[in-house]
Each structure stands twice: as structure tokens, then as C-alpha cells.
């Protein structure tokens, strides 16, 4: 394996070594088999597991999600490619009505160990229709447990786990990560769906991001540190399992907290993580909690309207300050 | 069939038809909570497919969907103790009348979101493919559910696909309360769409559980051999009202009477007696139906409430809910 | 008009005024015209209005609300039903990439007027699939107007202003209140969405709750009176607008918050309002924030279960009593 | 079309392949961002559909819709101006490339969610009709689209309805990369759906622009006459690849080679001398066109950008975006 590994070959990469070691995983989507999907990340799957194991489907979320629900049912682990994230739209009851709640209302009798895999968030100039990032929407289901990975290694590790899990999973890939590079995950790497990282070590105040906002947060963090206010950033991985304990901890060592979201600000995930804190977390806050998140409008096309509505580093930086003034 | 095979058809149906009854009695006594949507009328249906598949085939079916249930092994004690909101439940009490599902004998769920399951069956059809099984599926639905977007996409990709499904409508003539013709751009709601797909559609009498086993008996071995899916419309009708105590005045009662006069269980009596069955063979089959199902009431009401904590179980594999570390 | 008026008759009652004053007003769903609905909120409206007025439809939840915004483009206020709130997710994308967005993507070229009107919430034994309160998966869309009246005669007012807004709004109608009754509305109601409304005065707690949930606080107010806790209950009333000022001007009063929520806690839309709070209210506050929501779990058929996943005043009661403590 | 109707068509595809051409090529300069669906290849389906149609009929059409934008009056340089973020774009640079958009000429949108806009489009015939006018409405959709949900729903709710609507399907046979007929079940991914509805389904070459004129105003005229909606299929054939820089490799060299030698272009070129068109008149339209496009570029290129403070506008009718009070 090379020295470094991009998020967009990261992502083929972790489904090759599921397939590798277990026959029943089999992938299914647009577009995914002889040209490697529309975001290259699944190049290589058709060549080396064949057409039995990937399989291209028609323009059919419902089918793609549907049937990999039936196939989940009955002994396989599929790993079903909605294109953008944007497009859960298409298959929502599968996601929202049956495939979380199939296994509690039938008392138990059958599992659903799924995975959805999809580009997820903005910053592209893909215009309304394409950029969202909507983690969130996943987040309101009950039922569904949500990745979404910020480094190559992560990706690979943390697909094993969604793979590998008996519960059906929603995993994020971000098309704005795609192209970075980082280090090539250890063979057998698995990172256990639910364990945020700390990404750097602070004392002064709690960052709290996901996917490509932990980039952003880690830069903000850097410049920051010009002023002597030193971030810690704990990069969540996962919202559902959502590790609130090491984001407490965290605040125990610096009282204050910021959450760093690409989806709005209105139904965002880090509301809820703010509204468990505001109640578990309120001895340890010495100041009013913030959140640089997503603006309340639709994506729009042009980059220079963009950088409005999506967090940036500048906000972050900004956000940071005013609060270390309170 | 043969005389032995019917008689069992038959029985099978009239404990489908009493536990309905008692169904709906248990509702208007208030022991039935939430709502119902009986399947009395679609017996034969049921029936007659399953007496057509194998034990390890695949059964999706929707919210009305007891029938399909005791036709693929749920006893009327589990379904009823599932109703009236006991532990001894189907579902333990947590899926309902609208969810009933007996995953052990491969009948794999009810569905309550219209047309949802069709994408499903498909699936589970595919798994069987690639798991190299000769099993198959088959999708049990209404004919309204041949108006969503989910039915045309999971047709399209079983045929594509070559899956071993059965898309089978139950045609009742109605969604809720709106006439089914009234909504549809074709005459057969099924059938008629089948050309879109390539496959075949055929129309079967939905009361004739004979005509369906025989109808679903060559299209699932044409499933098994390969040659992909199809649809089958099946021409039933129901005899209580859609949901609940629905009384069901938007049927003309001319209408009502000409279905009621063509009841599977008659239907069934019929082709008996032409097979040369005693009548007291057939009474005999009645009242042990009947003898079941008094049992099953009783036996589900004596059973106990759940365990309120079961609220907080089973979200996951390992049993748990917890959505936080 | 008689002296009280129920849930029911009044959503009736309020699409039927605005049909009367407005040509362009029209309906449809799913067996809403001879039979009025399966809610019977649809009652009347076909023999007052006629059939090319109210229109049945397919089973076809895409081309419902599709075929609504089409015609809220091109000069009607279409009023589509979705039988219940749980099949939003059969026409999501409508609500969460067409109709929020296309006026915003074509730079202001169209407006998109309609409202849709749904069955919401639990608490009647129906199920995963037919109980569940959605109106937190509307809240994470930004571009769509969220209302959830508590009382008849805000059904009338609510409705009047829905139809008559420009913005698209998603109109939520609780299953659990459709037979409560209410004094009726004036002539000419009209509620402006996005104005909460104070239904309790009380110096100790602030408790925000939205539809079936009023009752709920309200009760567990006068169960709480009993102790000397005073709680002052905010109807919120819509989500989008939000009125956070109506929020934190009870805070100031009381200086404790406590959200009753019917949707589940992982997303829920109380959530939002906390992290404001714990935000722009932090000073006012003083002591933890808490939420009584719902489970984060699907909900169970049986009643004794779904009981133990729905808030109840039981639930709030000892959350506001533990606050109180604190 | 007499040859005066003929040539302006003619000038109008023209116009449109340049301006294809011309964001193609800004693209690789790095002035288009984000995505572009270019529709060189598709003119003589948009221009022959709006040739049939009135300016206040209804046109909804897809991400690749510049097409169906400029023949519907939308100019160059309004189009190019949004491609490359100008606040002078045909959206303000708020849409993009995916979602061109004339409202003033009924050109109400262009929708990036495959199949979206077909039931909206009946939505708007659905209008015409409850307000009386005799307004029709067309969704311009590709092959792929014929096999999602919403396309579905669309047709039958408009067969029921008898809407005056049309759905046009753009077959180039292919979705994004993968060919249109590896995951479709009929031959004819749209006109043969067209008996499911009850609907008349035609084929026509799309890349004959006088056919397409003829075959449109033919089911228009059914429609305006309350007849009910068609399907109909075009048959075409995309220059560039599917997106962005995508060199299509994909597709064989041989059918490639076929379909540009069918280019729309080259038909109406071949029509105009066939109805004794001179030359030089056809070469004049030419040129026209070469310096409305080269002028539209140079426009977009001076214009400004969007004002940052946009991003928070055109929410809400009022104009603002606040989502509380
Ligand atoms: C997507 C969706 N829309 C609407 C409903 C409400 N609903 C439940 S049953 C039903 C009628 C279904 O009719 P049909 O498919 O003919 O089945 P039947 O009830 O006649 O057996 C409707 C509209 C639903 N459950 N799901
Ligand atoms: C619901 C949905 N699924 C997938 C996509 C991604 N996608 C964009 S264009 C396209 C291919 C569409 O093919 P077709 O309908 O034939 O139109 P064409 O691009 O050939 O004009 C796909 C799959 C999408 N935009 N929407
Ligand atoms: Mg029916
Ligand atoms: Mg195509």
C-alpha cells in the first residue's frame, strides 16, 4: 500500500476488504460497476468481485434502498450507493419508516445489517440540490446508526464497523474530503462506530465537529492559537452512537463549547449535543454555548454566495473569540 | 389440489375467516385498540399462494395482512394476543395488527406505508439468487398500491434483474373509501401494467383458492427456473369495511351482495363436494376452525400485558436503544 | 356556529372559510372528497365546493405534493393532505428539495403558495409506521413554514394564515386532538404564524410545548401549582417562524426552561431552541435546560408501551420538579 | 414549418450549440464551476417543442435543460452569466447550471432531482385547466428518469386527470455512464410505459426538429382540446459527455460516429436547401449566431459577481430568509 491514500480511494478500499473476507457483502447503485460510480469510490469493486457482487441499478432510490433492506433480511450485507446525500430524499421512507423500525416492531424477529453510502455537503458549487449536508435529517430517525468520517483511515476503519454491524448504518462520505489525502489505515483497521476522536488537545475551549468541519476547525484552532486561546477538537465520527462522554470530558477541562456544523443551524445535530449539555454539562460551563453552523437557507450556486452559508474558518475564529471575551 | 390438500385449504380459511370475526369483535368490545384492517373475503388469496410455496419462500405482505400470516404459520392466539396488546404477541405487543410477522416461517413482515414492501420482496428475492437458494418471494398488495412510485420501481428492477418475485394484488376494488377505478388510468390495475415491466400479468379468481394455487403454483416455477418475475392480479373483495368499524356505504349493496354470494369458503364447499368430500368431512373442518379460535380468544386474553420496559428494547441487534455513549 | 367547535371540524371549517373568499383555493388527497377525509377533517368541503374543487387522488404522496407545487406556481393555493404526517417521507423530496428551494434557486423568480395539511403524532395505538411526530424532519429544512395549532380555534386562525401566506407551509394536525373541543373562532380569524402564544402565566419555569404537548404542560402545571411551583406554559405554535422572543422573554421572567416535545430527543426541534437558549438566554439562565421528549426509539403498538416512549405529564412533572431542586 | 419558421429554428439551434460549446470551453477555463450538463446534440427537441407550443404554455425541465431555457427565450448571456456566477445570471447566480430558469416566458424551472418535475409539470396543467385557460404544460425529461417513482405517479394522476400535459423524453441512451437499456425492462423506456397510463406513446427522431415540431403540436393540440396527456419519446443523442469533463468513454466509437452524422444541425440544414433555402441565407443565420454567442461570452465574462449579502435573500416571498422571530 502506498504512503498516503485518498478519502475518494479510501472509500472502495474499505468496501474491498469487507468483500474480501465476508461473501455476502454485494453492493448495489447508480452507476457504480464498470465506471467506479460518479465519485470514483467504488473503482475496482466490479473488476475484482465481478458482477454478482456489484451491481449497477436504474435511476430507482427506492429500489436501491428497498431492495437492499429485503437482502439485508435474509442474509446478506448490502452496501447500497445513493449518489448524493441529497437523494435520501427519494428513498426517505425506507430510511425513516422501515428500515430503522422493522426490527423493533416485529418484536425482535429480524436485523437489517445495511449500509447506505452516500456524498454528502457542499462547498462544490453544486447548487441547492446536490450540496447538502444532511446528517441531521438521518439524525430525527431513531433507529439508524450514522458515520461520517473526516480522514481516509477513518473511512476505512469505520466502513468495517458499519459493514460489519448488525444494525443498519448511514455512512456520510464528503465530497469536499474526497481529494484529501492522509495515512493508509493498518491492515484489519476497525474503528468502532461511536467513539468521537480528540484530534487536538486544548484547554481553553471545546470544539466539536464532523467530517469536512473538522479540517475547519482544526485550522481555526491553529489560528487561533496566535491569540493564546488554545481549541480542543474533538472530531465526533459518528452522530448516532453520539459520544457524549468524551464531549463532557472535553468540556470538563474547558468549560466552554462550540459546535462546528455544516447542515442549518435549524434542526442541525449539534443542537441536540448542545441540549444534552445545557442539561448534563451546565456546572461545567462558564460561558453561553455557540454554534457556527450551516445558514437557514438552500445552497446557492455561485462560491462567493456559498462561503456565506457554509461555517467557515474565519467564522469559527470569530465565533471563538467573542465567546472567549465573555 | 387433491380432496386432502383442499380440506386443508379449507380449514386454513376458516380459521382465517373466524379469527377475523372475532377480530372485529374484540375490537367493538374495545379489547382491540389502535385500528384493524381485516382480511375476511381475501381468504382464499392466502391460501391458495402459500399452499403454492415452499416453506423456506419469502412472504411480504401490508397492514392487512392476517391472512397471510396464519397462511404462513402464525397461530390465531399469537395474532389475537398481537391485537389485544399482549405479551404473548406475534410481535410482543410492539408491531400490532398492522405489523404481524413471523420471520421463523420466513413471513417476513407487514407493512403499513402503501407499496413500501414491493422493493423489499425484491430484495430478498435477489439475496435467494445470490445466495444461489431456489427460494423466491413473493409481495402481497392492494390495488391502490399499484399507483405509487414504489411499485413501478421495484418492478422495473426485478424484471431488469430477473428476480425470482411474485408481485401479487389482492383487487378489492377500493383503496379506503375511493373506488379504485376512479383512480387509476386502467382497467386492471396490475395486470394491465405488467406490459411496462416485460413480464407476465395474468388475472386470477381471488375467491378461487384452487385457481390461485394452481395461477401462483406455475408462476413461482417459473420464478424458480430463472425466467423472472410477474404479476398477478387477483379479483377478491373484503367483507368488513376498510379499517376499524368502517361500515363501508360507499359499496353499493348490489355490489356487496353479488361478492358476498361468491365466498371463498363457499367456493371451497363446492369444489369438495364435486371431489366427492362428505359434508360431515366439512363440517367437521368448521368446527374444529371454530374450536381454535374460541381458544385463541381466551387463551390471548388470559395472557399479560407486556413489560412497560419492553418499550426501550430490541431498537438494535444487541437488544438495546441506547443511541449515546 | 355553535358554542364549542372541535379539533376536527375545525380544520374543516378553516380550509372551507378560505375556500369561500378565494377561487384559487383547491384541494386534494387521498379519500378526501365523498368521504371526507379519513381523519374526517375533509368533511362537507366536496358538496360545498364541488368536485373541481376537491379532488381525489391516487395513492401517490410524489404526485400529490408535486402536483401542488406545480399548481402553487402557476396561480392556485393548492391544500394537499397526506393522510399521515409518517408518509412525508413517500414525497420528501417535495418538501425538502423542491418546494423549499425553488424560489430561492431561481433567484426569487417563483413563489410556491400551498399548504399541507397532515395527521400527526401518537398516542392512539397505531403503530410505528402511523404515530409518529414528524415535525422535527420538517424543522431541518429550511424554506418550508411549520405550523402545529393546539386548539380549535388556532386550527381556524393557523389554517387562514397558512393559505393565505405566499411561503409553502407544512400544517400539522394531531391525531390526539382532533376530538378536543374548543370555543370557536371569531369571523375573519387569522393567527400570524410564527407569534407564540403565553396560555399560562407562572414566575418558576418556563415549559415550551407545541401541540398535543400543551395539554400536557398545562396539566402538569396545575399538578405542579399544587407543590408552589408556578410554571409559566408557552405554546410555540409554529416552529418556523420560531419565536424565540416570546421564549426568552419568559425566561427572563422565570430563569428555567424545560421543553416538552413529542418528537423523539435525537433531533428533536427543542433541541434548536435550547441551543439558542443556551446561547442568547445563557445569563438568564439558572440551572440546567431540560427536554421531556420522546424516546429515541420507534413507537410501539401497545399501549402500555407507548406510554413509556411518549412524554406524559407524569414525565414532566418529575422533570421540572428535579429542576426545581436544583 | 415553412422556411422562414424553419430557418429561425434552424438559427436558434445554432445559437444554442454555440452556447453549449462555449460553456464547455469556459468550463476548461475554470470560469464555469461546479457541474455543467451540456445539451449539444438535443437542440432540434427543444426549439421543435417550443416551435409547437404557445409562449404561455408551461416548460419544466432537467439540470440539462440550457436547451429548453434559450428556447424559451432565455439569451446567452443570461445563461452564461449564471454558469459563471455573475450577478447578472438568469437566477442571479443562486441556481447554477442545473436550475436555469425563465419564469417570465413559462420556463419554470429545471430540476436536478431525476423525475421531480414530472408530477409538478402536471401540477401546472392541472392549474391551466381549474382556471380555464387553455395553457398546456411540458416536462422535458431523459430516459433515465422513466424508471423513478415520480415519473409514475406523474403519468397516471394526469391520465385520471385528463391534464393537459405532455411529458417529452429526451432517449440518448444513457443514464449517466451506464446504457439506458442494461436497467430497463421494455425496449422504449418511454413510450412503451405509455399503455400502463391509457396514454398515447409515440417515438419520434429528435434530432429532426421539423418532426419533433409536428409531433408536438399534434399531442398539444389533444391536450388543449382536453383529450388528456401523451408521452412522447425523442430520440437523441448527447455531443459531450454526461457532465463536467466526462469524456464518455463509455460509449462505443461506432455509435458515436453514427449519431454525429444525425446531428440535428445537419437535418435542418438539410431540410432548409430541400425547401430551396439558399446557402448563403443558412451561412448568414450562422453567423448570426456565432456573434450573439461570442458577444454573450464577453458579456458574462465583464459582469460582476453576485453581492455576498444575496445569499440571505429570496427565501420567503417577503424576500428575506429569517427563520425566527
Ligand atoms: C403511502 C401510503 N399512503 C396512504 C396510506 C393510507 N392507506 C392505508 S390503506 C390505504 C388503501 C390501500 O388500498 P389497497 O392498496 O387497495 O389495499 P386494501 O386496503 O384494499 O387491501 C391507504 C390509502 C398508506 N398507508 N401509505
Ligand atoms: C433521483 C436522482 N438520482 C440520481 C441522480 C443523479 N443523476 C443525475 S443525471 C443522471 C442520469 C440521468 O439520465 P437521463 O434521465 O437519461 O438524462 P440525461 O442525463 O441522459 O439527459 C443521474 C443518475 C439524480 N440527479 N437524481
Ligand atoms: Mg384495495
Ligand atoms: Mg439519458
Known amino acids: 500500500m502506498a504512503d498516503v491514500i485518498s478519502y475518494r480511494e479510501a472509500v472502495a478500499e474499505g468496501i474491498a476488504r469487507e468483500m474480501r473476507r465476508d461473501p455476502t457483502v454485494v453492493c448495489l447503485g447508480e452507476d457504480i460497476g464498470e465506471a467506479g460510480g460518479v465519485f470514483k469510490t467504488t473503482v475496482g469493486l466490479r473488476k475484482e468481485f465481478g458482477p454478482e457482487r456489484v451491481w449497477d441499478t436504474p435511476i430507482s432510490e427506492q429500489a436501491i434502498v428497498g431492495a437492499a433492506m429485503g437482502a439485508a433480511m435474509t442474509g446478506m450485507r448490502p452496501v447500497a450507493e445513493i449518489m448524493f446525500s441529497d437523494f435520501l430524499a427519494c428513498c426517505w421512507d425506507y430510511l425513516a419508516n422501515e428500515i430503522p423500525k422493522v426490527r423493533y416492531m416485529t418484536g425482535g424477529q429480524v436485523t437489517v445489517p445495511l449500509v447506505v453510502h452516500t456524498a ?22 431513531p433507529g439508524l446508526k450514522i ?48 467513539r468521537a476522536a480528540v484530534v487536538r488537545e486544548g484547554a481553553d475551549i471545546t470544539l466539536v465537529a464532523l467530517a469536512s468541519m473538522v ?15 488554545e481549541a480542543e477538537v474533538v472530531d465526533l465520527r459518528c452522530l448516532v452512537p453520539l459520544d457524549v462522554s468524551t464531549v463532557l470530558a472535553s468540556l470538563g477541562r474547558t468549560s466552554r463549547l462550540v459546535t462546528v456544523e455544516e447542515n442549518p443551524y435549524q434542526g442541525g445535530w449539534g443542537a441536540t449535543l448542545v441540549s444534552v449539555v445545557a442539561d448534563e454539562g451546565f456546572g461545567l460551563l462558564d460561558a453561553p454555548v455557540r454554534r457556527v453552523a450551516g445558514e437557514c437557507v438552500p445552497l446557492p450556486f455561485a462560491d462567493a454566495l456559498e462561503e456565506e452559508v457554509i461555517p467557515t474558518v474565519e467564522k469559527v475564529v470569530a465565533a471563538v473569540r467573542d465567546l472567549a471575551a465573555y | ?74 397461530t390465531p392466539e399469537e395474532c389475537l394476543a398481537e391485537l389485544m396488546s399482549r405479551a404473548t404477541g406475534l410481535c ?57 412510485g414504489a411499485f413501478h420501481e421495484a418492478l422495473n428492477l426485478a424484471a431488469v434483474w430477473k428476480l425470482p418475485v411474485l408481485f401479487v394484488c389482492e383487487n378489492n376494488l377500493y383503496m379506503e373509501y375511493t373506488p ?57 373483495y373484503r367483507h368488513f369495511g376498510h379499517s376499524r368499524a368502517d361500515p363501508a356505504t360507499y359499496r353499493p349493496a348490489e355490489e356487496v351482495e353479488r361478492w358476498l354470494k361468491h365466498d371463498p369458503l363457499d367456493l371451497a364447499r363446492g369444489r369438495l363436494a364435486e371431489l366427492g368430500v362428505a359434508p360431515e368431512t366439512i363440517s367437521e373442518a368448521d368446527e374444529r376452525a371454530s374450536a381454535v379460535v374460541a ?19 430490541d431498537v438494535w441487534a444487541d437488544g438495546g436503544a441506547a443511541w449515546r455513549t
Chains 1, 3 share one sequence.
Do not use: C
Not at chain 2, 385449504?9 to 367493538?28: G, N, P, S, W
Not at chain 2, 377505478?181 to 381471488?206: K, L, M, S, W
Not at chain 2, 385463541?296 to 428494547?313: C, F
Open chain 1, 120 to 141: 454528502n455537503g457542499g462547498g462544490l458549487g453544486f447548487g441547492a440540490q446536490h450540496s447538502q449536508a444532511t446528517e441531521n435529517w438521518a439524525f430525527t430517525i
Open chain 2, 1 to 74: 389440489m387433491d380432496p386432502a390438500e383442499l380440506l386443508a385449504a379449507y380449514e386454513q380459511m376458516a380459521v382465517i375467516r373466524r379469527t377475523e370475526k372475532a377480530a372485529h369483535d374484540l375490537f367493538l368490545q374495545g379489547l382491540v385498540k389502535g385500528t384493524t384492517h381485516l382480511a375476511a373475503g381475501h381468504e382464499a388469496v392466502a391460501v391458495g399462494a402459500s399452499a403454492a410455496l415452499r416453506p423456506d419462500d419469502y412472504v411480504f405482505a401490508t397492514y392487512r395482512g392476517h391472512h397471510h400470516a396464519m397462511a404462513r404459520g402464525a
Open chain 2, 92 to 148: 410482543q405487543a410492539k408491531g400490532g395488527s398492522m405489523h404481524l410477522t413471523k420471520a421463523s416461517t420466513g413471513m417476513l413482515g407487514s407493512y403499513a406505508i402503501v407499496g413500501a414492501h414491493l422493493p423489499m420482496a425484491a430484495g430478498a428475492a435477489w439475496s435467494a439468487r445470490l445466495r444461489g437458494t431456489d427460494q423466491i418471494a413473493v409481495a402481497f398488495f392492494g390495488d391502490g398500491a399499484t399507483n405509487i
Open chain 2, 295 to 313: 381458544k385463541a380468544v381466551e387463551a390471548a386474553k388470559a395472557a399479560p400485558p407486556p413489560d412497560p420496559r419492553e418499550a426501550l428494547t
Open chain 1, 147 to 194: 458515520a461520517a468520517p473526516s480522514t481516509p483511515a477513518d473511512v476505512v476503519g469505520m466502513m468495517a464497523a458499519a459493514i460489519r454491524s448488525d444494525d443498519p448504518v448511514v455512512f456520510f462520505e464528503h465530497k469536499g474530503l474526497l481529494a484529501t489525502k492522509g495515512a493508509p489505515p493498518p491492515p484489519d483497521h476497525v474503528v468502532e462506530l461511536g
Open chain 2, 180 to 236: 379504485i377505478a376512479d383512480v387509476t388510468a386502467v382497467p386492471r390495475p396490475a395486470a394491465d401494467r405488467a406490459p411496462a415491466y416485460g413480464i407476465p400479468g395474468e388475472v386470477v379468481d381471488g375467491n378461487d383458492v384452487v385457481a390461485v394455487q394452481e395461477a401462483v403454483a406455475r408462476l413461482a416455477g417459473r420464478a424458480r427456473a430463472g425466467d423472472g418475475p410477474a404479476l398477478l392480479e387477483a379479483e377478491t
Open chain 1, 215 to 229: 479540517p475547519v476547525a482544526l485550522k481555526a484552532a491553529a489560528l487561533l492559537s496566535g491569540d493564546g486561546i
